[in-house]
């Protein structure tokens, strides 16, 4: 029986006739119709928090590029906000959030209401499971546990990471509560999506790739593995797809220590070394260059083809090295879904 849902079909290794595909960062101010919606709202978090409103930003990508994926609109930061943090998202500045440090701050968490806070966002995964067309793939995520920390920690993006580096480094215990939260949250936070009617999952580790190897293992891939262990428990079939952005050859590592599903690859790896060391193991996902995608011209088109014919045909799924940029001409991903929509594989 082949699963009429061609990315999740790739994902579990049946055959598809062409690459199946979506962006991540998909929705969002790149789109005309998405600028428009976020005008309406006061907040960025109102948006998220808005089941009628995220349900339409997230099918507005596939109404305009037919995409074979919708991936919930929400974001990573939904937790911290779900555990009472003040998180705010300032125009042109990007999130910011009232930081937390020490002990104290990690018991001023309110860990009782979070499910009941990010109930909106299970709302809309419900309607949209309801609402998508059976060939349409639902993508349901989660940040990290160690991504969402530094935002948590920092107060916000970072430079350096110079403040949760230098807590976990040099006081582990302290930091591991944190951290356990968060794990315990997102296992949580997944399975609520799950049983909405999320098909895919996938965990965002967006700065993996900022730690020493001794502490990779302990607050990216220790926590990913708990979290896939966990997940499987209730949802043995379910795909899930790992974005440790920026880890190189640990990439190994995480996946047999993990063991997930897919393999997001982020935009520096190599394509024909990621099949050839990581291909019999697990689905890989990737890994286009947004700003090559930005620029456009006939260097688009080539790498696309590049990267599916060396990627392609089996446990595929064809998507960004990271998040679409907001000033990418809509006609640049027009010209890459058409391509990839022609596509036959032999
Ligand atoms: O289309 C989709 O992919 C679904 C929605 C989605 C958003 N954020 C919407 C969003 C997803 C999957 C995310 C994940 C996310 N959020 C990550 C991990 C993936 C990655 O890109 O590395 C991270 C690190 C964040 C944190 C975050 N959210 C930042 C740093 C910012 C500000 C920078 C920016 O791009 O504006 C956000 C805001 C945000 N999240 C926007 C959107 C559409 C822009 C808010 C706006 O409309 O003003």
């Excluded at 061609?6 to 598809?16: C, D, H």
């Excluded at 009617?197 to 993996?208: C, E, M, N, P, S």
């Excluded at 001794?214 to 990216?220: D, F, L, N, Q």
């Excluded at 260097?299 to 083809?305: E, I, Q, S």
Aim: glycine share 8%; hydrophobic share 45%.
């Amino acid at each position: 029986m082949t699963d009429h849902k061609i990315v999740r079909a790739a994902l579990i290794g049946e055959p598809v006739d062409r690459p199946p595909f979506w962006l991540m960062r998909q929705a969002g101010r790149f789109l005309p119709e998405y600028r428009e919606v976020r005008a309406s709202v006061g907040s960025f978090l109102d948006l998220c928090l808005s089941p009628d409103l995220a349900t339409e930003v997230t099918l507005q990508p596939l109404r305009r590029f037919d995409m074979d994926a919708a991936i919930l609109f929400a974001d990573i930061l939904i937790i911290p906000y779900a555990l009472g943090q003040d998180v705010r998202f300032v125009e042109g500045e990007g999130p910011k959030l009232e930081p937390i440090r020490d002990l104290k701050g990690i018991e001023q968490l309110d860990l009782g209401n979070a499910a009941g806070r990010w109930q909106p966002i299970i709302e809309t995964v419900r309607r949209l499971s309801n609402q998508l067309p059976e060939e349409k793939t639902l993508i349901g995520f989660a940040g990290a546990p160690w991504t969402v920390a530094t935002y948590m920690v920092e107060g916000g993006s970072s430079k350096d990471y110079s403040v949760i580096k230098t807590w976990a480094y040099r006081n582990p215990q302290e930091f591991s509560a944190l951290i356990d939260i968060l794990i315990e949250k997102t296992i949580a936070y997944l399975l609520d999506q799950a049983r909405a009617g999320a098909d895919v999952l996938q965990l965002f580790d967006t700065w993996a790739g900022v730690l020493a190897p001794s502490e990779r293992r302990r607050w990216v891939i220790e926590p990913a593995k708990q979290i896939v262990r966990a997940i499987r428990a209730e949802f043995p079939e379910i795909p899930i797809i790992g974005f440790p952005r920026g880890i190189g050859t640990a990439m190994m590592e995480y996946v047999n220590a993990t063991e997930i599903t897919g393999l997001s690859l982020d935009t520096s790896v190599d394509q024909k070394l990621a099949k050839r060391e990581f291909g019999e193991r697990v689905a890989l996902q990737g890994n286009l260059d947004p700003h090559i995608l930005l620029a456009g011209g006939p260097n688009l088109t080539a790498t696309v083809r590049e990267i599916v014919s060396a990627l392609g045909p089996d446990r595929f799924v064809f998507n960004l090295g990271h998040g679409i940029l907001p000033t990418t001409p809509i006609s640049h991903v027009e010209e890459v879904v058409s391509t990839l929509k022609s596509w036959r594989y032999a």
